[in-house]
């Protein structure tokens, strides 16, 4: 049997918590019977955010559960989009573009920055626990090359000192912060 380097199941328990399930169901009705996969990319957010910060094949199969899919259909769904994360993440996650418009207009020089100021390679996590860095294809943002997305915030016509000042913004809000805010609840609610 051949299987991705990234499955590992564990059978380790997963659950949302009833407040957060009835939520979900909540999310679920909105479609018809028989469309319940509509909610799945909600649903995944919720539990990537909810359990842990990414993805387990066991929480995976516990949303394929919940919304009648098989375990596949999630599984291709979160292994797509760069949103989801299949390892642990920092507690930001920066995203740089790495298409053409963003190279050519310095995007590669910004991910070589980035490398060098957090003392990590691209896909991973600075020590402390703060940053992830990963390349992405395009954000969409083309005509304010080069960008990047740190969580859900965009940051555009990026040079080292804007990412100086960013990256110290984050540095200082994470050591004031201590109870992380529930993003999924300002995307769906």
Not at 108 to 127: C, R
Not at 144 to 161: G, H, I, R, S, W
Request: charged share 25%.
């Amino acid at each position: 049997m051949v299987r991705h380097k990234l499955y590992k199941k564990e059978n380790k328990p997963v659950s949302f918590s009833p407040e957060v399930l009835e939520k979900v169901h909540a999310l679920i009705r909105r479609y018809p019977p028989g469309k319940q996969k509509s909610a799945l990319l909600m649903v995944l957010h919720i539990a990537q955010e909810e359990l842990g910060g990414y993805l387990t094949v066991d929480i995976m199969d516990y949303v394929a559960f919940l919304l009648d899919l098989q375990p596949i259909e999630v599984y291709e769904v979160a292994t797509f989009y760069s949103m989801f994360h299949l390892e642990p993440v920092g507690k930001y996650v920066i995203e740089v573009c790495r298409t053409s418009p963003c190279a050519i207009t310095g995007g590669e020089n910004i991910l070589q920055y980035l490398q060098e100021k957090l003392g990590i390679k691209t896909g991973e996590t600075t020590a402390n626990g703060l940053f992830t860095l990963k390349a992405v294809e395009c954000l969409g943002a083309c005509g304010n090359a080069p960008v990047m997305q740190v969580n859900t915030e965009f940051y555009e016509n990026l040079t080292k000192d804007k990412i100086d000042r960013i990256l110290e913004e984050m540095e200082k809000k994470a050591n004031q912060e201590s109870i992380p805010e529930k993003r999924w609840v300002k995307i769906f609610y």
